[in-house]
């Protein structure tokens, strides 16, 4: 992990998504009232979406940033599709410095912007 502190901008996430304390909620309704659910303990943004076209077949890739909770900023991650589908990458690329909330992650990946 780079010891770099990242300035993100918090507005990159819209309603019902928001970004406190360096962390990834969703605001879900209970009741009357918004209630905010943590779904990462950092901040993903998906830098790119790439196209390999091998002259066979064409694979998508992701690139991937994210800033942890603490500032620090992730190494940027390239992730197939199939990987960015389940999002075991996170644990194999970002090791357990990053706290995922794997019920909720498959949220993540279709809200990143």
Sequence with gaps: MTPNISSYDES???????????????QVPV????????LADFVPILKAEITHDDGIEQKKLF??????????????QTVTADEMQTMKWLLQRWG????????????VKSVMP
Excluded: W
Aim: include cysteine.
């Design 96 to 107: 357990s410095t990053v706290q995922s909330f794997q019920n909720r992650m498959c949220l």
């Design 12 to 26: 990159v996430y819209h309603e019902p998504y928001i970004v406190k304390d360096g962390c990834l909620y969703e």
């Design 31 to 38: 009741k009357d009232q918004l209630v905010d659910v943590k």
């Design 63 to 76: 690139r991937v940033a994210a800033t942890y909770k603490t500032g620090m900023v992730l190494p940027e």
